[in-house]
């Protein structure tokens, strides 16, 4: 048994694993790093064709096992020419470019096995050429702390983008804690399944036929239309629902597919079931409204599903703490390029008194995201962020990503029992706390992702197929 002097922690295991495949990689062998469930890793070099490797191969062993100590994997080094690999290791869909090969030296590459989350760092770009941009416009709403008012917001938010006469869908993505629903019924029915059905009927290809998604009983201004599709289903009276059971079963990978991908399906579903409706039309805006943390619904929702994604957050120790290790998980898997123009922060709950005015509170706040977003900052291209001479946008740059969109504090929204309250979100107190939430946020949603036309660009495409129809 080798003992080391002193043990090899998590932490420091990634950054010396990727130093010893930068080593190998700089001897001309391109390398793929694999780490496993329990943390350790191992290194697969591509030797075919290749001269050297077998000499070095022992030295590169004996590295690996002195520099990972416990985290070095059972098999720390594989030569390609000795073994051969399956594709579905060496070219997996899941394995992330660290670094290019050169004329010199080979590439890096590498490959994360995990339990849960591994979708945090695989981010899906649709601004990426050849890229499938989704037909509706999906945003986001999530906060890395529970508590912050995401959920009103989400409402507040389905009813004035309906009012401008779209049509909107609500998916409530909150399994844990359903909440959205009930908020926008406005005296409609929940539909007999949700979302957390649909999960668990397509883990066994069942999920054919289930209503899945429900008018609300507002009725939009400019004939806008807003759906809901409700977590938690209203199930039927002679049967019992059985919701914790399905809770525990929705997040395995089955035969029907992994969780991501069937979470993907069943957005798809709902946006589909509006289509089918009387509606007759796809949604023409989807708001996801995210479970809270670092879990895998958010995971999923954030890297793969949404175009836009609007981060809720209080200006706290705890807000930070947690943004600042989920962005640095993005930006350790090169994913920050493609996860940042997703992103826009918005200040949750702010205060405005004599004692503490909005301007202090919120210069503060978007100093610490600023400081936070600046991770995701390193690899601005130029020109990509206006304000970014220096490498990093300016603090009070209010295009980008860091500076916080402000929702004010109101006290009357606390406790307010919104299904007895009728036509709550056109009271006074409730119009100025989200003003300037709704005044920002819905341009930036309306634009869509990057390569998919605006409203007035789909408005004027629809002109002039109309118009070459009449010719």
């Known amino acids: 048994m080798t003992f080391y002097e002193s043990p090899v922690r998590f932490d420091e295991a990634r950054p010396a694993a990727f130093a010893i495949a930068r080593e190998v990689a700089e001897e001309g062998f391109d390398v793929l790093l694999v780490r496993d469930v329990l943390g350790r890793f191992s290194v697969v070099v591509d030797d075919d064709g290749g001269e050297g490797a077998s000499e070095q191969a022992d030295r590169w062993r004996e590295s690996l096992i002195a520099r990972l100590g416990r985290y070095c994997g059972e098999r720390p080094l594989t030569l390609t020419s000795v073994t051969r690999l399956p594709r579905s290791l060496t070219a997996s869909p899941r394995v992330l470019e660290v670094a290019a090969a050169t004329p010199t030296t080979g590439s890096v590459r590498f490959l994360d096995n995990t339990v849960v989350g591994e979708d945090w760092s695989h981010v899906t770009d649709f601004s990426a050429a050849g890229a499938e941009v989704p037909r509706t416009r999906r945003t986001a709403l999530y906060g890395f702390k529970g508590g912050v008012g995401r959920t009103t917001a989400t409402a507040v938010l389905a009813r004035r983008i309906a009012d401008e006469g779209n049509i909107v869908l609500v998916v409530d993505l909150d399994l844990e804690s359903p909440g959205v629903g009930p908020l926008l019924l406005a005296g409609g029915n929940l539909s007999r399944y949700g979302v957390i059905d649909h999960l668990v009927e397509s883990a066994l290809g069942n999920a054919d036929g289930l209503e899945i998604v429900t008018r609300s009983g507002y009725t939009p201004r400019n004939q806008g239309e807003l759906w809901?599709?409700?977590?938690?289903?209203?199930?039927t009276e002679d049967v019992p629902y059985g919701f914790v059971d399905k809770l525990n079963r929705v997040y395995a990978d089955a035969e029907g597919g992994r969780f991501a991908d069937r979470l993907a399906a069943t957005v798809q579903a709902c946006e589909r079931a509006v289509e089918r409706s009387d509606s007759g039309r796809l949604p023409d805006v989807v708001l996801l409204d995210s479970r809270a943390g670092i879990h895998d619904v958010a995971a999923v929702t954030i890297s793969h599903l949404c175009d836009y994604a609007l981060l809720f957050g209080a200006d706290s120790d705890q807000t930070w703490e947690g943004y600042r290790d989920l962005f640095e998980a993005w930006a350790a898997s090169g994913q920050a390029p493609a996860i940042r123009r997703k992103l826009r922060m918005v200040a949750s709950m702010v205060p405005d008194s004599a004692h503490y005015s909005r301007e202090v509170h919120l210069a503060s706040l978007r100093r610490n995201a600023h400081a936070v977003f600046s991770v995701l900052y390193e690899?601005?291209?130029?020109?990509?962020?206006?304000?970014?001479?220096?490498?990093?946008?300016?603090?009070?740059?209010?295009?980008?990503?860091?500076?916080?969109?402000?929702?004010l504090f109101e006290p009357g929204l606390i406790g307010m029992n919104v299904p007895n309250?009728?036509?709550?979100?056109?009271?006074?107190?409730?119009?100025?706390?989200?003003?300037?939430?709704?005044?920002?946020?819905i341009p930036l949603i309306m634009a869509g992702p990057p390569g998919q036309p605006d409203a007035e660009s789909d408005a004027s495409a629809e002109s002039t197929e109309s118009e070459e129809e009449r010719r």
């Not at 309250?421 to 005044?439: G, I, K």
Request: no cysteine.
């Open 421 to 441: 309250s009728p036509d709550w979100q056109d009271r006074p107190f409730v119009q100025a706390a989200y003003r300037d939430f709704l005044d920002t946020a």
């Open 379 to 407: 690899s601005l291209a130029p020109g990509e962020i206006a304000s970014a001479s220096d490498g990093v946008p300016d603090v009070t740059d209010d295009s980008a990503p860091h500076y916080a969109i402000p929702i």
């Open 228 to 235: 809901i599709a409700p977590a938690r289903g209203a199930g």
